[in-house]
């Protein structure tokens, strides 16, 4: 019974040192073998592909574009490092140490905060476009979205060091025994990670689509009656175009998909504390997952990617002037 014990051990060697394997529960799991390796893959090749194509194309070097540019990098980040990391801790022990811990998860939780920020940035975008649409092109250009992503990301990972100020100092802190790799966040930094990652973002996007949703409506009501009484054509310059309520529209599904796998993240968190159990990590892959969704939105509802992934797919973008293609 002792032999058999040892051998349930990350490292045998080291006896009462060592923690557990993983349950074979998790690990012997279709989904983890099979199901999350296939997602993984997918994530880091869809994304790579809006990268290559907002970055190469300068047709599609817009505001928004810029933005949707900044959320491909954060989910391509998630496909290359957060989901292999996942599978890994889920089915192995963990080998490499206490700083590559550490590591780990502060590029995890800036990952996660720059995909919460440039949702928030989207929200803002199609706001001032739908609700001030006289004034969008001055108040939101390319050159100021840029700086906005840039603060974005600097933020994120200034807000990552001091979530996880206590481990950067003390990166031993990642585990109680060897092969554990896994962040305790005292209250103070349990409650700072709901207010600045849940619950701020999450008014700010309700609110914001909210008003998009009622100026929006109240818009495609005026064109209508405008219609009826022949006066369209000389107030359309009053409204927004109809090709940014269709990118409000596309955006508020890309954004209502990211708080159907957001919010259960949270809210597992408030339920099982800042450890988690074998059934709330579905609930991680589910947060994840969002990563791999947001591209096939863009398949879907974005003629301009479909046309561009024909580009790179036939290699086009290989030959002279390909990047003043028209791909809108």
């Known amino acids: 019974m ?78 290359l490092l957060l989901w292999p990391g996942e599978i890994y801790m889920s089915t192995s022990c963990w080998a490499f140490g206490d ?6 998860h502060f590029v995890s939780f800036a990952i996660t905060s720059a995909s919460v920020g440039n949702m928030v940035l989207i929200s803002a975008d199609r706001y ?32 990552s060091s001091v979530i996880l100020r206590d481990q950067l100092a003390h990166p031993e802190k990642c585990s109680s025994c060897y092969g554990e790799c896994v962040i305790n966040i005292d209250i103070d930094g349990g409650i700072l990670d709901l207010v ?18 009622v100026v929006a409506v109240s818009q495609a009501r005026a064109m209508r009656s405008h219609v009826t009484c022949g006066k369209l054509q000389h107030s359309a310059p009053f409204r927004a175009k109809k090709s940014e309520l269709k990118a409000a529209r596309t ?5 209502l998909c990211f708080l159907i796998c957001f919010c259960p993240f949270y809210i597992a968190s408030l339920a099982g504390g800042s450890t988690f159990s074998s059934s709330s990590q579905y609930v991680l892959y589910l947060f994840d997952f969002n990563s791999c969704v947001n591209p096939l939105i863009y398949a879907l509802f974005y003629p301009w990617f479909r046309r561009a992934v024909t580009h790179i797919v036939t290699l ?10 028209h791909v809108l």
């Open 196 to 213: 600045v990652i849940f619950i701020l973002p999450l008014c700010i996007i309700v609110t914001l689509y909210l008003r998009v949703f």
């Open 251 to 255: 955006l508020g599904v890309l954004v």
């Open 316 to 325: 086009r973008i290989l030959q002279p002037g390909s990047r003043e293609a």
């Open 2 to 79: 002792e032999a058999e014990a040892r051998w349930d051990l990350c490292f045998p060697q080291l006896a009462n040192l060592s923690c557990r394997k993983p349950s074979s529960g998790l690990s012997d799991d279709v989904l983890v073998n099979v199901g999350l390796p296939v997602v993984c893959v997918l994530t880091v090749l869809l994304n790579f592909l809006v990268i290559i194509s907002i970055s190469h194309f300068r047709q599609l070097r817009t505001p928004t574009n810029i933005l949707l540019l900044s959320l491909a990098v954060s989910d391509f980040l998630v496909g």
């Open 128 to 159: 001032v476009a739908i609700c001030d649409p006289l004034h969008y092109n001055l108040k939101v250009t390319v050159k100021r979205t840029q700086i906005c992503v840039c603060l974005c990301w600097f933020l994120c990972f200034v807000y």
């Open 99 to 104: 700083v590559s811990c550490f590591l780990h």
